[in-house]
T-cell receptor, first 115, second 115 residues
Framework: DTGVSQDPRHKITKRGQNVTFRCDPISEHNRLYWYRQTLGQGPEFLTYFQNEAQLEKSRLLSDRFSAERPKGSFSTLEIQRTEQGDSAMYLC?????????????FGQGTRLTVV | AQKITQTQPGMFVQEKEAVTLDCTYDTSDQSYGLFWYKQPSSGEMIFLIYQGSYDEQNATEGRYSLNFQKARKSANLVISASQLGDSAMYFCAMREGERGDKVIFGPGTSLSVIP
């Protein structure tokens, strides 16, 4: 078990470009979350999956954002037509939902800078 | 709607002393879980401790304990015998319901341990 893995760790892109991030959760975990964190703030919930089903999507997520988890394993988060306000750390977390205790394990994040 | 409040943006503590980080929450659910995470300057989110809403005993994990006062909707983190490595951001978080849906985070408290 290597923990939650995110790729890339850093991404610099020009405004208007599309970017895609990947998250590989802990292998037996059925739940996968995406969060966004800006400097000095707590992580903000974006969306989460139960296996391959996307169960909730935050209102923070504009139509430029899309997330997938096609086979219930890894997930991708795509941002289209990036804006400077998209600059943030994008965190992925996974958990194994068994009853009420669902500790989430986080990856090291992808830091996006839009210039 | 849920809300997590952490009223202390920054805290200082002398090495080897104990420190309490405050967290209050708001939820209409009867079943919920409360978490504390640590985020050092390197960026990874590290799970520290969990408290379920039906747990009668306050949770403890090594030097970490959670002072859970359900009627007051508070879940303060107590770190005993502070160490220099405890300097980090600390986030209180909550997930709602038995299904363990999305986890939401507070704004965080920055803890600095002084030698």
């Amino acid at each position: 078990d290597t923990g939650v893995s995110q790729d890339p760790r850093h991404k610099i892109t020009k405004r208007g470009q599309n970017v895609t991030f990947r998250c590989d959760p802990i292998s037996e975990h059925n739940r996968l979350y995406w969060y966004r964190q800006t400097l000095g703030q707590g992580p903000e919930f974006l969306t989460y999956f139960q296996n391959e089903a996307q169960l909730e999507k935050s209102r923070l997520l504009s139509d430029r954002f899309s997330a997938e988890r096609p086979k219930g394993s890894f997930s991708t988060l795509e941002i289209q037509r990036t804006e400077q306000g998209d600059s943030a750390m994008y965190l992925c977390a996974s958990s194994l939902v068994q009853g009420p205790y669902t500790e989430a394990f986080f990856g090291q994040g992808t830091r996006l800078t839009v210039v | 709607a849920q809300k997590i409040t952490q009223t202390q943006p920054g805290m200082f503590v002398q090495e080897k002393e104990a420190v309490t980080l405050d967290c209050t929450y708001d939820t209409s659910d009867q079943s919920y879980g409360l978490f504390w995470y640590k985020q050092p300057s390197s960026g990874e989110m590290i799970f520290l401790i969990y408290q379920g809403s039906y747990d009668e005993q306050n949770a403890t994990e090594g030097r970490y304990s959670l002072n859970f006062q359900k009627a007051r909707k508070s879940a303060n983190l107590v770190i005993s015998a502070s160490q220099l490595g405890d300097s980090a951001m600390y986030f209180c978080a909550m997930r709602e319901g038995e299904r363990g849906d999305k986890v939401i985070f507070g704004p965080g408290t920055s803890l600095s341990v002084i030698p």
